[in-house]
């Protein structure tokens, strides 16, 4: 036996219409709900002292079914443990789902760094002298090259930074 507490499903039940989260549901909405739960796999169920396989458990709950069509559709077996952690862990959740979603906002919102050499690559650009370099790629590699671009990175991801800085400051 495992040091886990196992409940039979009738004490299962009982203790799930006590639940906050499932708080005015009647026993047959919570046989339901439990059974479902078990068959995705969500609740480990214990067979003869023996834990079955989130992989099993749900033909084993179809056999049963099948087997005792005079029951309920969502009767589980009588002999069968379920896990009383698992069974807190997926019913004992607020009605709400505070948890936030989609891609963690940057905390870092532009180089000021990045702004001064832009403008330096633009004076750059700008400049009469016949050696001056061609385009902002040119540029910003004079500037990579010289060791005055801050940050990690390889040397064309660093000037791939500085072009796209320039192009959001500069460009038309």
């Keep these: ?9 009738i004490r299962a039940v009982e203790s799930m219409t006590s639940l906050p989260a499932l708080d005015g549901l009647d026993c047959d909405q919570c046989d339901k709900l439990l059974w479902e739960a078990m068959q995705r796999g969500d609740i480990r169920a214990m067979l003869n002292d023996v834990i079955v396989p989130a992989a099993h458990i749900e033909a084993y709950l179809l056999l049963y079914r099948a087997a005792c069509p005079d029951q309920p559709p969502y009767t589980l ?42 403008f330096e690559m633009h004076k750059m650009l700008a400049s ?35 072009v796209r800085e320039f192009r959001k400051r500069y460009s038309s």
């Design 77 to 118: 077996p009588p002999n069968l443990g379920v896990n009383y952690d698992d069974l807190c862990a997926v019913f004992d959740r607020p009605n709400r789902d505070d948890r936030k979603r989609g891609r963690p906002r940057q905390e870092h919102q532009g180089w000021t760094d990045d702004h001064k050499l832009a």
């Design 1 to 9: 036996m495992s040091r886990y507490r196992w409940l039979r499903p």
């Design 128 to 162: 009469p002298d016949p050696n001056r370099p061609k385009n902002p790629t040119q540029a910003a590699r004079l500037l990579v090259d010289a060791g005055r671009v801050a940050g990690a990175g390889t040397t064309e991801s660093l000037v791939k930074r500085l």
